[in-house]
């Protein structure tokens, strides 16, 4: 099984900081790798596929980036809604596997 | 509008059995892989299941294998997930979730999720 491995497992920011998460894959995923935002007692939400495509209806303020086996999802002006957890997941083989999500704070 | 509604979740003894629903609308069911993933509280998203969208298909993760069965019927717009051999390890929220038709292969959509507690 792929392992995937997100750091940091949390992180304090204010609003409008520029924040970065990164996302290793334990093998080569090629760009099968997705994330996804979660907030509590909600479902997951799809906000970047194939490593950098930026899902139909998520602010530009979302990127991603990254092949092989390190990705990075980065928010660029972090607003008050953003503060939530983020899961990277490869779809490159099954099972699936996700990341252990990084939580996103209010500092 | 796509909608995925699951159902079914409660509480059972270990040992005990459940079946859990997802019924989706909006979008031609039969044509795409359906998945089950769960969470345990205050944990992170583990992937349980998937199916094909001809339901010939399935895999399953280790830690379920042998003891839960993914199952579809097309004409009801519903998935399944039946669970037996439940254990207090198997207490999560489990949702299910549509498998993009686009090379990325991923879910594009979530249902809200169901509840399932294993306790004596």
């Known amino acids: 099984d792929i392992q995937m491995t997100q750091s940091p497992s949390s992180l304090s920011a204010s609003v409008g900081d520029r924040v970065t998460i990164t996302c290793r894959a334990s093998q080569n995923i090629n760009i099968y790798l997705n994330w996804y935002q979660q907030k509590p007692g909600k479902a997951p939400r799809l906000l970047i596929y194939a490593a950098s495509s930026l899902q139909s209806g998520v602010p530009s303020r979302f990127s991603g980036s990254g092949s092989g086996t390190v990705f990075t999802l980065t928010i660029s002006g972090l607003q008050p809604e953003d503060f939530a957890t983020y899961h990277c997941?490869?779809?490159?083989?099954?099972?699936?596997?996700f990341g252990q999500g990084t939580k996103v704070e209010i500092k | 509008e796509v909608q995925l509604v699951e159902s079914g979740g409660g509480l059972v003894k270990p040992g005990g059995s459940l079946r859990l629903s997802c019924t989706a609308s909006?979008?031609?069911?039969?044509?795409?892989?359906i998945h089950w993933v769960r969470q345990a509280p205050g944990k992170g998203l583990v992937w349980v299941s998937r199916?094909?969208?001809?339901?010939?298909?399935?895999n399953y993760a280790d830690s379920v294998k042998g003891r839960f069965a993914i199952s579809r019927d097309n004409a009801k717009n519903t998935l399944y997930l039946q669970m037996n051999s439940l254990r207090a390890e198997d207490t999560a929220v489990y949702y299910c979730?549509?498998?993009?038709?686009?090379?990325?292969?991923?879910?594009?959509?979530w249902g809200q999720g169901t509840l399932v507690t294993v306790s004596s």
């Open positions: 199916i094909n969208g001809d339901g010939n298909n399935t």
């Open positions: 997941q490869q779809s490159y083989s099954t099972p699936r596997t």
């Open positions: 979730a549509r498998e993009s038709q686009s090379n990325s292969r991923c879910f594009d959509s």
């Open positions: 909006g979008f031609t069911f039969s044509s795409y892989w």
